[in-house]
Structures are given as C-alpha cells and as structure tokens.
C-alpha cells in the first residue's frame, strides 16, 4: 500500500492470525463498538440532578475484574524459529463512511421528542438536589450548572464534539462517550445516528438501561464569519437527530446542551427567549458547580484542543519532509531480503535506546537524520513492541516527549507513519494514568489506520480497565525473544550472505566474464546437455578440493558453476544425495558460492541457496535452512524448489523421505548421461 508519497514493505505487519495456545484462557467476546468513541473517563466529583431545571442520581462505582494477558504486536514469522504463539487482539469493527447529506440548518425539534423526564416522574422534583461522592457533595440546581459540569465530569472538554452520558444511580457512575463531529456538517447526521446506535450498545454492556435516560452535550465552537449562534442552530439538528435515533431503541433523551464559546443553549426548552445564549455561571457564584469545584480542590479538565497540540502534527519543513521520503527509499532497499530487515530491526533497536538516552539526559530533539531514521523503522511492528518495553516508570515522562517529538514530524503527505509512533505515545500516557490524551491518540491512529491492530487492542484496554503492566511484561518478553533472534539471524547470514569487501568486484567481474561464454554455449541442446554434465563434474571436482581441505576455487570456476546451477536440471543432479560424512563439504561450497552472488548478480544466487538450505535440514539445522529459503523467496519469490523445502520445514516434514526421492532421480540422471565425446 502506498503511504505518505512512498511504497516501502512493513516487513513484520499483518501476518495470518496465530492459534491461541492452549496455556492461554480466550478472552470473553465484547460487542463491537467505535474505535473513535470516547466510552469512559476518570471519575469526576459532580453530580447534576434532574428535573425541569435539575438532575439527579447516587452510588458507588464498581471496578471490573483485571482481565487476562493482552496481545501486542504480532512478531515476525521468521522461518528458522516458532515465537510463542499471541491471540490476536480485538480489531475495530467496519462501518461503512456516512453518506453525504443536506447541509445542517436551525429547524424546529420535531414533536416525537419525548417531554421533559421531570414532568413524567414528579417526585423527580421531590428530591435533595445534590450529588454525594465518597469525597464531598456537589449542589447542582439549574440547568446552566449541568452545562458546567461537563469538563468535571469527563475530566475533560471535548471541543467539536459530540458527548452522551446516561446518569448512574451515582450520577457520574453511568456510561459516557465522545465522539468527535466531522468539520463537514453534511456528515453530522450520519456521525449522530451511528454514535447513538454505539452509545445504545456500550450501555447495554454495562447493564445500564437507557430507558432511565440520556443527556446529550453538543460542544463546537465558531468558525470565522459564524456567532455563537450560527453555530448553535448548526448544531439543533444533531440533537434531533440523536434523540430519533435513540428512541428507537427505546432510550429516553433528558436534556440536550449546547455549548458554544462559554455560552449553552438548553434545545429541549420550548419557551421562546429561555435557555438560548446565556454565559455558563461565573465562578464568582457560589453555587456554581466551578466554585464548589473549586472549594474542593477541583479544576476543571483540559480543552481536546490544548492536549492534541502535544503529539499532532503540524505543517512540516519541505526539506524535512524530503529527508522522510529518502530514507524511506534506504528502507525498502534494506528490507529486500530477510537479513536486511533483520538488519535494519537491530539499527532500529539501537536507535531507540539512543534517542530514549538522549531524552532521558534533557534533549528536546534529535538530529534530522535520526529522526527520520525512527519514523521509518518505527514501521516494523517488532520495533513498535521494542518501544512499548521503554516504558519503566523512570523513563514513562521521557518515553512520552520522545514520542510526541516524532508523531509531530508526521505531517502530510505522512501521516500514516504516524500510527505506530501515536500508538507508542498512547501507551506510554495509559501507564501514566492519562487516559484522555491517551484516547485522543488512539483516535487519530485508528482514523488514520483502521486496521491497525496494536492501537485497537489497547484502545479496548483502557475500555475494558486493564492493567498496562500486563502489557509491558508481554512487551519485555518480545523483546528479549526478538533480540536472541537477531544475534542468531546475524551468525546463520554470515555463512552464505553475499561479499561487500575489496573481493565483491573481483567476483562480479569473473561473472560478469563467464556469462558471456556460458549463455553462448547453451543456445543449442546439445550445449545444454554439455553444460549441464560439465557443470556436476566441475561440483564433483569443486568437493574434492574442500574434502582435501582446499576450501577455495578459481574464480572462474566459481562463476562456471554458479551460471550452471541456473539450469533447473543441473540443480536437481547437485541436490545432496550422498553419504552423511559429507554433508560439511556440501555445505561449505554452496554457501562459498552464495557469497560469490553479488550485485547485480544477486538474482543468481537462489539456486545455492537452496542446496545450502537441503543440506542444512539433511544436518538437523533448520534454522539456517530456513533462513537460506527464506532468502531465495525474497530474491525470486517464484523459486518453487526453494518454497516446497520451506513448507517441508514449516509442515515437520521427514527429510529422509525426499532424500530416497532425490536419490532416484540422481541415479536416473547418471544412467542418462550421454556419451559426451559424440556430441
């Protein structure tokens, strides 16, 4: 997929869903709900009453049970080792994209709106208008101070949104979500009805009954050339459409609240003049609910606005955005080839630990070229799960700039590099205890991303109430897994990856040299049958010289049977079908001439890659020889020999079986040979 102007590969991202070990309990199946709805927030102290002007409601909240093990990113399926198998995380459910529709206009609320609950339940009005917590006692007694209640109430304010809250028996104890509301109002009604079809179902998980009754908050503020009350007729309509919507499910809306620039509208008030305009009470009211916040040490949350500018990006330097795009291109060259994403996850690595350092020692910033360095390895889900390790309580407030530094680097035309990086950042706030910042992280990386999985499951997290270091201790064990591999990866490529010394560009002209000859020779049949015996009694003589412990050859000859090998049939004769004492011997020389396979000669290296690769499983070894498999499909994804051998390995196949197989057709290829003199 093309992304942020540039096409490079995430090497480790979106495998086939692994099976569930059996050690692991499943994790209970949840409705599927919104990614970008906001469904909880931290507990605030107030508690607004309901009747004509009122609210009411009281008790204590209860915790959910800490729930199993999470998921993170999933690693790698490298071929040469089995990780411990991961259940896959909960992915966002697919809606479709609203339609557009009719451009939003002040309109009367139809009369199906269902009358004022005070006016239904009058002993609603009977009640002590207060709101006890285990704290203190909050006096709400007007609508305007339910207005005001709102930042207390999600601990923060949720700009352009739109917020839904169904009182608890404690009023703040009942379900809450945000949603936030497209800056096309030819969406909103789209928007509005699906996030009370969503709100409707996260109730009923909680075992709220909406039918006891919902209040509706509608937060915009003014475009330029709109007023306050432009934009409070704007956003009439979406309360109507809400209210519709929940009452097909049966659900009873109570208020409905616009806030604009410090002033709310009250759209179920049908007496003209009232509840249209007035400023949210002055703190200097000592029953506000800002003053009795304020007598008990409360402050109301912060703006969405002021929290997204930490981590969001911002117009980018062109220059700097050229630099993103090159080492983009570094990437996908890197990444060719298993060893060279191996090698580019390690550069990662290191450079993680670096910039953490760097941070951790007071830097606000790092040099242009590490930073883009990061962004684009960040891509590779293993290094995502190296980077939810870095978040020890010590380094949590370092991990977090360091995060946010990058994410802000993202601008357009790459914000999908930003998902990853934005799912870092959420993670790191969710074991400090944000949760706001860290939802409104994951909203942008979901919206970006919607199939990414690691920031949908730790979404879910926070939902759900699970505990971060659960993560953390799954993320650490990635780690140490991930980087016992790469020392392993590193010492198996050593044996067949190709020369870059002094020697690559003798051995590039050597095979440059007999190319010529080669390609000549075999333009008739009677040249291929001659090239393809020739080429097995060069190999016979090749493994005489390396059981003598003359382990070197010509460089011509070197190149006259790596051409030779092109030939399939030549191939399957040099197939290992002898004795077991020399299976060292064999596998010397073919990874001697996989190293020989230099650029731009690369693409002739699967063939001794894949008798390097038999000879290793013959040995035991399937590591390496998973690894030489692996690495021919990566050069020429269609060497069928090659893929057969891995699915051997993959399937526990017997190696014994084949070689009785390769035995025959070696001995069928030696009854068959010609008599070369009459050719």
């Given at each position: 997929m093309e992304k942020g102007g540039h096409r490079y590969p995430r090497p480790h991202r979106r495998l086939p869903a692994p099976r569930r070990p059996p050690h692991r309990p499943p994790r209970p199946s949840l409705?599927?709900?919104?990614?970008?709805?906001?469904?909880?927030?931290?507990?605030?102290?107030?508690?607004?009453?309901r009747h004509r002007h009122r609210a009411s409601r009281s008790t204590s909240r209860q915790?959910?049970?800490?729930?199993?093990?999470?998921?993170?990113?999933?690693?790698?399926?490298?071929?040469?080792?089995?990780?411990?198998?991961?259940?896959?995380?909960?992915?966002?459910?697919?809606?479709?994209?609203?339609?557009?529709?009719?451009?939003?206009?002040?309109?009367?609320?139809?009369?199906?709106?269902?009358?004022?609950?005070?006016?239904?339940?009058?002993?609603?009005?009977?009640?002590?208008?207060?709101?006890?917590?285990?704290?203190?006692?909050?006096?709400?007694?007007?609508?305007?101070?339910?207005?005001?209640?709102?930042?207390?109430?999600?601990?923060?304010?949720?700009?352009?949104?739109?917020?839904?809250?169904?009182?608890?028996?404690?009023?703040?104890?009942?379900?809450?979500m945000t949603c936030p509301l497209p800056d096309d109002s030819a969406e909103w009604q789209a928007t509005a009805e699906h996030a009370a079809r969503q709100f409707v179902a996260y109730a009923h998980d909680r075992g709220h009954d909406l039918a006891e009754g919902v209040i509706i908050y509608l937060c915009r503020e003014p475009r330029p050339g709109q007023s306050p009350e432009d934009t409070a007729a704007l956003l009439a309509p979406v309360g109507t459409w809400?209210?519709?919507?929940?009452?097909?499910?049966?659900?009873?809306?109570?208020?409905?609240?616009?806030?604009?620039?410090?002033?709310?509208?009250?759209?179920?008030?049908?007496?003209?003049?009232?509840?249209?305009?007035?400023p949210l009470p002055s703190p200097d009211d000592p029953t506000s609910v800002a003053a009795q916040m304020t007598r008990l040490g409360r402050t109301p949350g912060p703006r969405t606005r002021d929290i997204i500018k930490e981590f969001r990006a911002a117009t980018a330097d062109p220059a700097f955005l050229q630099d993103l795009h090159t080492a983009a291109d570094h990437f996908n060259s890197r990444c060719a080839t298993n060893a060279g994403r191996d090698a580019t996850l390690a550069l990662t690595l290191e450079q993680?630990?670096?910039?953490?350092?760097?941070?951790?020692?007071?830097?606000t910033a790092l040099s242009r070229a590490l930073t883009t360095q990061l962004i684009v390895g960040l891509q590779d889900d293993a290094a995502v799960e190296a980077g939810v390790a870095h978040a020890?309580?010590?380094?949590?407030?370092?991990?977090?700039?360091?995060?946010?530094?990058?994410?802000?680097?993202?601008?357009?035309?790459?914000?999908?590099?930003?998902?990853?990086?934005?799912?870092?950042?959420?993670?790191?706030?969710?074991?400090?205890?944000?949760?706001?910042?860290?939802?409104?992280?994951?909203?942008?990386?979901?919206?970006?991303?919607?199939?990414?999985?690691?920031a949908t499951g730790i979404h879910l997290g926070t939902i759900d109430g699970e505990d971060p270091r659960n993560w953390l201790a799954s993320a650490r064990e990635g780690r140490a897994h991930r980087l016992t591999h790469l020392q392993h990866a590193v010492e198996v490529a050593s044996e067949y990856r190709p020369a870059t010394d002094t020697t690559a560009v003798r051995y590039r002209e050597a095979l440059d040299a007999a190319a010529t000859y080669y390609y000549d020779q075999v333009q008739t049949e009677d040249g291929r049958l001659l090239a393809r015996f020739g080429t097995i009694d060069i190999v016979n003589g090749a493994l005489a010289d390396f059981r003598n412990g003359r382990p070197q050859l010509m460089d011509e000859i070197s190149a006259r049977i790596i051409l030779g090998l092109q030939d399939l049939h030549t191939r399957d004769a040099a197939l290992s079908t002898g004795e077991e004492s020399d299976l060292p011997?064999?596998?010397?020389?073919?990874?001697?001439?996989?190293?020989?396979?230099?650029?731009?000669?690369?693409g002739k290296?699967?063939?001794?890659?894949?008798?390097?690769?038999?000879?290793?499983?013959?040995?035991?070894?399937?590591?390496?020889?998973?690894?030489?498999?692996?690495?021919?499909?990566?050069?020429?994804?269609?060497?069928?020999?090659?893929?057969?051998?891995?699915?051997?390995?993959r399937n526990e196949c017997d190696p014994a079986r084949l070689l009785a197989t390769y035995r025959e057709a070696a001995a069928e290829f030696a009854a068959s040979r010609p008599d070369l003199d009459t050719l």
């Open positions: 409705r599927p709900r919104h990614p970008d709805l906001d469904h909880r927030r931290p507990p605030p102290a107030a508690d607004p009453r915790r959910r049970p800490t729930p199993t093990r999470p998921h993170l990113a999933r690693r790698p399926d490298h071929p040469h080792q089995q990780s411990p198998r991961r259940r896959p995380c909960r992915t966002r459910p697919r809606t479709a994209a609203p339609s557009p529709h009719e451009q939003a206009t002040r309109h009367t609320r139809p009369r199906t709106t269902r009358p004022h609950r005070a006016a239904r339940h009058p002993i609603a009005e009977r009640r002590n208008p207060e709101v006890s917590t285990p704290d203190n006692t909050v006096q709400v007694t007007s609508l305007p101070n339910l207005a005001q209640i709102l930042p207390y109430l999600l601990g923060h304010y949720p700009d352009d949104s739109i917020a839904l809250h169904a009182p608890g028996p404690n009023f703040h104890d009942g379900p809450t809400l209210t519709n919507e929940f009452m097909e499910h049966r659900a009873n809306v109570l208020q409905t609240i616009g806030l604009v620039a410090d002033r709310w509208w009250a759209y179920e008030c049908d007496i003209d003049g009232c509840c249209e305009g007035d993680i630990d670096a910039a953490i350092g760097r941070f951790r020692d007071g830097a020890d309580d010590g380094d949590l407030p370092h991990a977090r700039r360091l995060w946010a530094y990058l994410a802000r680097h993202c601008a357009e035309p790459f914000t999908q590099e930003a998902v990853p990086i934005l799912t870092l950042f959420a993670f790191v706030a969710w074991r400090q205890g944000d949760l706001i910042a860290a939802r409104l992280a994951l909203r942008d990386a979901i919206t970006t991303d919607p199939d990414y999985e690691l011997y064999e596998r010397q020389l073919w990874g001697y001439l996989a190293r020989r396979c230099v650029p731009p000669h690369t290296a699967p063939p001794p890659l894949t008798l390097l690769g038999w000879v290793a499983w013959r040995q035991g070894d399937t590591v390496t020889a998973s690894h030489a498999f692996a690495e021919a499909l990566d050069i020429y994804p269609g060497y069928t020999m090659a893929k057969l051998l891995l699915d051997g390995i």
